[in-house]
């Protein structure tokens, strides 16, 4: 994204300290670590931001994070009035019954191996579970205070949602 958009800056927050370190490796190595910063934070600290973001991303990690809704209402206190959240999160459909085939099979048996485990570990006030599905994750966005929320794209791989404050 850095080098697709010359004139923006980015900040990026991980919980995860070793993964922030990479991440600032790979922007120094792309030649965009001047317009990039990179934080160990939990969602939680864009709400007392000064900062106003335009764009908020979260690819493939809100089911992974402990108390997804705090992280998206954290979110909203932190977007300019104009701005935009997108949610990129792996393709499930709201019923479990429905998920068949073998995406389907490897994404519920990689996030019951992986995802709900790390997400269960923040000791957050819940998790979105194996598969979330577009109902479930529009109902987090409305509770977190986005007045527009809607699923912009569907893959056979992931769900691409927009909000708008």
Known sequence: MAHAFPKS???????HESSIAVARER??????????????????????????????????????????????WASRQAMAPNGALMLVEPFAK???????GPVARMYYS?????CTQNALSQGGRYSLGAQA??????????????????VAMETPFNLILEARP
């Open 94 to 100: 709201d019923r479990s019954e429905e998920n068949v």
């Open 110 to 114: 990689a996030s019951a191996a992986l």
């Open 27 to 72: 922007a120094k190595q792309a030649g965009v670590a001047d317009r990039i910063r990179l934080e160990v934070a939990t969602p939680l600290v864009l709400a007392s931001s000064e900062e106003k973001f335009d764009l908020i991303c979260f690819m493939d990690s809100l089911h992974d994070m402990g108390d997804p809704l705090e992280a998206v």
């Open 133 to 150: 599905g577009a109902t479930q994750l529009l109902a987090i966005l409305k509770d977190a205070g986005f007045r527009s929320a809607r």
């Open 9 to 15: 800056t980015f900040v990026g927050i991980d919980y």
